[in-house]
């Protein structure tokens, strides 16, 4: 479970640290510091939940991935410390060297968990965990731009628009990753126990799956659209309730896209 906890996380850090270089400096120095604190304080926890090098052979890349989780980490934590007080014209060297910092500790863990299972194709595993990294990122910060309408009712609607676009195309690119890794395994995975993909997806373990499906993909497919209409209407109050539901149903989706590559090796 900690394996579980660790990626998730990880992921949810990355991703919040991703999409705040999309948000425009008008939605006021709080929410960027909220933010940054944000995902500083989820990469700070999930190294704290690190699991052990999981194979010998793969050490020194996991290793090298955690190095640059700590440096991720680092750099938004200066990044948030700094906001409003220090370092005006370099602050943004921080957040691009989280991001960028982060997306090479998502290529490591990637790597590194496929070499686990020859079976896994490490470059569906890294898009996996960048699609993931995406979605959570963009559900979580368009619910929280959504709130702070609350606080800054000046904001100009645009800013949100604009995250629920984003929002929108990380759901599309989380779905296609799916599909392509279904469509892998149709023809060469194996669950532990020997079943075939379609003979798991039919047995009762295969209810995760499919929760993994309805609660991660289509619930935040349907809820991101519903999102769009009313931020186009620039009802602000209402995008901001569905946006609640649909970052709710993101992380159960992306938990449960951990749970199974981790028990059954496929990158969901």
Not at 192 to 199: C, D, I, K, R
Request: aromatic letters at 12%; charged letters at 10%; proline letters at 3%.
């Amino acid at each position: 479970m900690s394996s579980v906890l660790f990626l998730f996380l990880a992921h949810l850090g990355i991703g919040i640290t991703g999409t705040l270089i999309l948000v425009g400096e008008s939605a006021g120095i709080k929410f960027f510091r909220f933010n940054a604190g944000l995902a500083g304080a989820l990469l700070l926890i999930a190294l704290a939940m690190r699991p052990e090098t999981p194979i010998s052979i793969t050490s020194g890349l996991y290793n090298f991935g955690l190095a640059s989780l700590s440096v991720s980490a680092g750099a938004i934590v200066i990044y948030w410390a700094t906001i409003g007080r220090l370092f005006a014209r370099i602050r943004p060297l921080f957040l691009w060297g989280s991001l960028v910092s982060g997306v090479v500790a998502l290529l490591c863990q990637g790597v590194a968990l496929s070499a686990i299972d020859q079976g896994v194709i490490p470059v569906i595993t890294v898009a996996s965990f960048i699609s993931s990294a995406a979605l959570l990122g963009g559900s979580c910060t368009a619910m929280i731009l959504g709130h702070w309408y609350l606080v800054l009712p000046s904001m100009d609607v645009s800013l949100l628009q604009a995250m629920v676009k984003f929002h929108i195309v990380s759901t599309f690119l989380r779905i296609f990753v799916v599909i392509v890794v279904v469509w892998i395994a149709l023809t060469s995975w194996q669950a532990p126990s020997g079943a075939t993909f379609v003979q798991y997806v039919w047995s009762l373990d295969g209810v995760f799956l499919w929760q993994r499906v309805l609660f991660g993909l289509v619930g935040p497919l349907v809820l991101a659209f519903l999102t769009w209409e009313t931020a186009k209407i620039r009802s602000t109050q209402s995008a901001t309730g569905i946006l609640y539901v649909d970052f709710f149903t993101v992380i159960v989706g992306e938990v449960l896209a951990k749970y199974l590559l981790i028990t059954m090796r496929i990158p969901l």
